[in-house]
C-alpha cells in the first residue's frame, strides 16, 4: 500500500471522527437535525429511539451495492472505511463519552460549530478520495454530471430532509438546523479547495475516482 493511500485513510478516519463528535455531542446533545442521512437518521432516534449508528448503515446500503457496480475498488475500499469508521465512533461516543454541550440557552453558537465542525469533517474525508456513506456517492455522482460543486450538492439535499423536520422538530430548532447546514456547505467547499504549501489541491474525489 503507497504512502498516499495510507495518507488518505488516516485522513478520512480523522473525518469521520470529527463528523462523529460533530453530530453526538454538538446536533444530538441540542436537539438539532441535520439534513440527508444523517438527519433521516437524527430523526429516526428522536422518534423511534433508534441509533445514528445503525440506521445510517441501513440508508446507506443501496449505495454500496451501486458503488460495487460502478466505482474502482478503491473507492469502495474508501467508502466502506467512512462509512463504518462513521458509525464506530458515533456508537463509542454513545457508549463512553462523558462530554455534554449544552447550548440550549446559546442555540446560535450550536449552529455554527455544527456547521464548522462537520463540514470540516466531511471536507477532509471528500478531499481524501472517500466518502462517509451514501449520501457522500450521491452527491459525488449529482456533482459529476450537474457541475454543481459538491457542498451545494449536500446543501440542495439536506434541504429537502429538513423541510421532513418540520413534522418533528420545534420551527426554531429547524430554523437553527438550517443555517447549521448551510455553514456546513460552505465548509465542505472550502476544506475541499484549500490549498497546501501553494501546490495542486488534493484530488477531488469525482476526478480521482473517473473512469
Not at 495510507?6 to 478520512?12: A, E, F, H, L
Not at 460533530?22 to 436537539?31: A, E, L, P, R
Request: glycine fraction near 8%.
Amino acid at each position: 500500500m503507497s504512502k498516499q493511500s495510507i495518507r488518505s485513510m488516516i485522513m478520512i478516519l480523522l473525518g469521520t471522527f470529527i463528523l462523529a463528535f460533530g453530530y453526538y455531542h454538538i446536533n444530538f446533545q441540542n436537539d438539532l437535525s441535520d439534513g440527508g442521512f444523517i438527519g433521516l437518521s437524527l430523526l429516526m432516534k428522536y422518534v423511534f429511539n433508534f441509533s445514528p449508528a445503525i440506521s445510517v448503515l441501513f440508508l446507506d446500503l443501496p449505495f454500496f451495492v451501486l458503488a460495487f457496480f460502478r466505482e474502482s475498488p478503491q473507492f469502495i475500499l474508501r467508502m466502506s472505511l467512512g462509512a463504518i469508521a462513521f458509525s464506530l465512533f458515533y456508537k463509542l461516543f454513545e457508549w463512553f463519552s462523558p462530554l455534554v454541550l449544552d447550548f440550549s440557552h446559546t442555540m446560535i453558537v450550536a449552529s455554527i460549530l455544527s456547521g464548522l465542525v462537520t463540514g470540516l469533517g466531511a471536507g477532509l474525508v471528500l478531499r481524501s478520495g472517500g466518502a462517509t456513506g451514501g449520501e457522500d456517492l450521491l452527491c459525488i455522482f449529482a456533482s459529476k454530471y450537474t457541475g454543481i460543486s459538491i457542498g451545494n450538492v449536500f446543501l440542495i439535499l439536506d434541504l429537502i430532509v429538513l423541510g421532513l423536520s418540520l413534522f418533528f422538530l420545534p420551527l426554531n430548532k429547524v430554523l437553527y438546523t438550517i443555517l447549521a447546514v448551510f455553514i456546513t456547505g460552505k465548509v465542505i467547499n472550502w476544506t475541499i479547495r484549500f490549498e497546501k504549501d501553494d501546490s495542486q489541491p488534493l484530488h477531488e474525489p469525482m476526478i480521482m475516482f473517473e473512469k
